[in-house]
């Protein structure tokens, strides 16, 4: 097990025991978020969002929307463990398993839900200027992936609103690069404009995300 506290982020390596159990992740703080992945033969990258609950899923190589599963015992992570049903894509019996965990770190990390207003800009307050930031819809559509460092970054030092490219974490397709799918980077969030797609800003759609910044520990930079 490798644990950095002060980030709230630790990676675990377990074998499945095929029952109930608990795994520890060491953070002395709740996960906010959390990935499992069985090594040892085929199984879906399993996800938690706080935002869902012990009682539902994401699947990373998946556009699939929000799945239930008992996967997590329907038992929230607590301070020191996670815990885990027989479900082969999390615990069976003498498979090995690695566990990502994230809590969230204040003003460096944030893992949250927003609804999309479809035509009207739209406001995500992060308490920090991301750098990088990974958002899923309650549906049946991609996991988006954006960052400040392809979104027209100057060469100089520093980039441009708005973050125009990304990436689909549940694909092998190349960067996605269109002005319908592109949002803002500000100071203390993100900000979306009118008119976007679905994907990105679907009237009435829940997504979730994860955030990390740019300047850890610090609200604010003078550009």
Same mark, same amino acid.
């Given at each position: 097990?490798?644990?950095?506290?002060?980030?709230?982020?630790?990676?675990?390596?377990?074998?499945?025991?095929?029952?109930n159990a608990t795994i520890g992740h060491a953070l002395g703080a709740k996960p906010a978020f959390h990935i499992i992945k069985r090594l040892?033969?085929?199984?879906?990258?399993?996800?938690?969002?706080?935002?869902?609950?012990?009682?539902?899923?994401?699947?990373?190589?998946?556009?699939?929307?929000?799945?239930?599963?008992?996967?997590?015992?329907?038992?929230?992570?607590?301070?020191?463990?996670?815990?885990?049903?027989?479900d082969a894509n999390g615990n069976a019996s003498g498979d090995t398993y690695i566990m990502y965990c994230w809590t969230e770190i204040s003003?460096?990390?944030?893992?949250?839900?927003y609804v999309g207003t479809g035509s009207s800009t739209n406001f995500i307050h992060l308490g920090f200027k991301p750098k990088w930031f990974?958002?899923?819809?309650?549906?049946?559509?991609?996991?988006?992936?954006?960052?400040?460092?392809?979104?027209?970054? @100057?060469?100089?030092?520093?980039? $441009?609103?708005?973050?125009?490219? =990304? %990436? #689909? &974490?549940?694909? *092998?397709?190349?960067?996605?690069?269109? @002005?319908?799918?592109?949002?803002? $980077?500000?100071?203390?969030?993100? =900000? %979306? #404009? &009118?008119?976007? *797609?679905?994907?990105?800003?679907?009237?009435?759609?829940?997504?979730?995300?994860?955030?990390?910044?740019?300047?850890?520990?610090?609200?604010?930079?003078?550009?």
């Amino acid at each position: 097990q490798w644990v950095n506290a002060t980030a709230g982020f630790s990676i675990s390596k377990y074998t499945g025991t095929g029952g109930n159990a608990t795994i520890g992740h060491a953070l002395g703080a709740k996960p906010a978020f959390h990935i499992i992945k069985r090594l040892n033969t085929a199984a879906d990258w399993r996800v938690y969002h706080h935002e869902l609950g012990a009682e539902k899923i994401l699947i990373l190589q998946s556009t699939t929307g929000v799945g239930t599963s008992s996967m997590y015992q329907d038992t929230e992570p607590t301070n020191t463990v996670v815990s885990l049903s027989s479900d082969a894509n999390g615990n069976a019996s003498g498979d090995t398993y690695i566990m990502y965990c994230w809590t969230e770190i204040s003003q460096f990390s944030k893992f949250g839900h927003y609804v999309g207003t479809g035509s009207s800009t739209n406001f995500i307050h992060l308490g920090f200027k991301p750098k990088w930031f990974m958002l899923k819809p309650d549906g049946n559509d991609s996991w988006r992936i954006f960052d400040a460092k392809r979104s027209a970054y @100057s060469s100089s030092g520093g980039y $441009f609103n708005p973050m125009d490219k =990304q %990436l #689909q &974490a549940q694909g *092998n397709n190349a960067e996605v690069s269109a @002005s319908d799918y592109n949002m803002n $980077f500000l100071s203390n969030g993100i =900000q %979306l #404009q &009118a008119n976007l *797609n679905s994907g990105i800003n679907g009237s009435g759609t829940n997504f979730y995300y994860a955030a990390f910044a740019e300047n850890p520990f610090k609200t604010t930079r003078a550009e």
